[in-house]
């Protein structure tokens, strides 16, 4: 049985950071590309960012280019999500997802497996 757990989410002010994890079980994931997700109240879910497993490949959203970076570290099967610069409009349930997708797959459809989520909340 495939298990997302993400952990990491708190309350943070503006301009601070924040590391996300994700620990993923249940299954070899080699070849599986890796997912942050974002969904703020009463909005969509949306796209952060990817990373392709074991391989390495990785492609950001529009809106956290340059403040957020993912990564992975293989022998553990934990995704991370090193969050920097933090605004009040990164204020969202974040979520980790998997699935064989390439690493440009935005719509969240496209992933099967998902985590619970972790509140992150930016106060200005």
């Known amino acids: 049985q495939v298990q997302l757990v993400e952990s990491g989410g708190g309350l943070v002010q503006a301009g601070g950071s924040l590391r996300l994890s994700c620990v993923a079980s249940g299954r070899s994931f080699s070849g599986y590309t890796m997912g942050w997700f974002r969904q703020a109240p009463g909005k969509e879910r949306v796209f952060v960012a990817a990373?392709?497993?074991?391989?390495?490949?990785?492609y950001y959203g529009d809106s956290v280019k340059g403040r957020f970076t993912i990564s992975r570290d293989g022998a553990k099967n934990t995704l991370y999500l090193q969050m920097n610069s933090l605004q009040a409009e990164d204020t969202a349930v974040y979520y980790c997802a998997a699935d064989l997708v390439g690493v440009r797959a935005q719509n969240p459809s496209s992933y099967h497996y998902w985590g619970q989520g972790t509140q992150v909340t930016v106060s200005s």
């Open positions: 990373i392709t497993w074991p391989v390495g490949i990785t």
